[in-house]
């Protein structure tokens, strides 16, 4: 039972662009939301996270929306950059149960000249 | 560096073989977690471990084990190993329970099972 579902599994935008990657929920008792960064042979990074107290988050180029009815949220990428170019994760958990991050299967990222 | 080490780095073993994982987390974090990334998988939650004592677990297979030790290190052991375990393994590490709920991920180590 996939609980955090990113359905690109890739995306090509061009540099200067903006990045739209996306990513749905099923669990109704997630109200913590983050992105990660993987790069090939490194171990995911935190980029950017979201409580869902809020619906918009911005740090820098990065911006993620939250849209609780619809259980899904987003990660905008403004603008792209060729070192962006990595596979992004969306987690996601409960803190009322300090569960465990459920983590996407990834959007691979391409960023292109 | 992001302060989360594991070792090795790569294991190349044969079927029906027992292998260590091992883990040491970032200075201050009490949580280990230990996730396997297959081909063109997501990130799957195997195990956790909190100041020693496992915490939660998830899709672990029962050939697979862990602890976390007094120093907070923590090791993963896959046995009788199947062509299908060969996967990334990432640990990563938090500091549960004061309102940070990022974790920090090792490098992760590279299993490959022939």
């Known amino acids: 039972d996939q609980q955090v579902k990113q359905n690109s599994p890739s995306l090509s935008v061009q540099e200067g662009r903006i990045s739209i990657l996306n990513c749905d929920y099923t669990?109704?008792?997630?109200?913590?939301f983050l992105w990660y960064k993987k790069y090939p042979a490194e171990g995911p990074t935190f980029l950017i996270s979201?409580?869902?107290?809020?619906d918009k988050n911005e740090d820098g180029r990065f911006t993620v929306f939250l849209n609780k009815s619809a259980k899904h949220l987003s990660l905008h990428i403004v603008p792209s950059q060729p070192g962006d170019s990595a596979v992004y994760f969306c987690?996601?958990?409960?803190?009322?149960?300090?569960?465990?991050?459920?983590f996407g299967t990834g959007t691979r990222l391409q960023v292109t000249l | 560096d992001s302060g989360v080490t594991q070792t090795p780095k790569h294991l190349i073993t044969a079927t029906g073989q027992r292998v260590t994982l091992r883990c040491s987390p970032r200075?201050?974090?009490?949580?280990v977690y230990w996730y396997q990334q297959s081909l063109d998988q997501g990130l799957q939650f195997l195990i956790q471990?909190?100041?020693?004592?496992?915490?939660a677990k998830g899709n672990i297979l029962e050939r697979f084990s862990a602890q976390q030790f007094p120093d907070l290190h923590s090791e993963l052991n896959l046995s009788s190993l199947e062509l299908g375990d060969s996967a990334l393994y990432f640990c990563?590490?938090?500091?549960?329970?004061?309102?940070?709920?990022?974790?920090?991920f090792g490098s992760g180590t590279r299993l490959t099972v022939v």
């Open positions: 990563a590490s938090s500091v549960s329970g004061q309102g940070n709920y990022g974790y920090t």
């Open positions: 669990n109704s008792m997630f109200d913590y």
């Open positions: 979201i409580s869902s107290i809020k």
């Open positions: 987690a996601a958990l409960n803190t009322g149960t300090a569960s465990k991050l459920t």
């Open positions: 200075s201050g974090d009490l949580s």
């Open positions: 471990y909190y100041n020693g004592e496992e915490r």
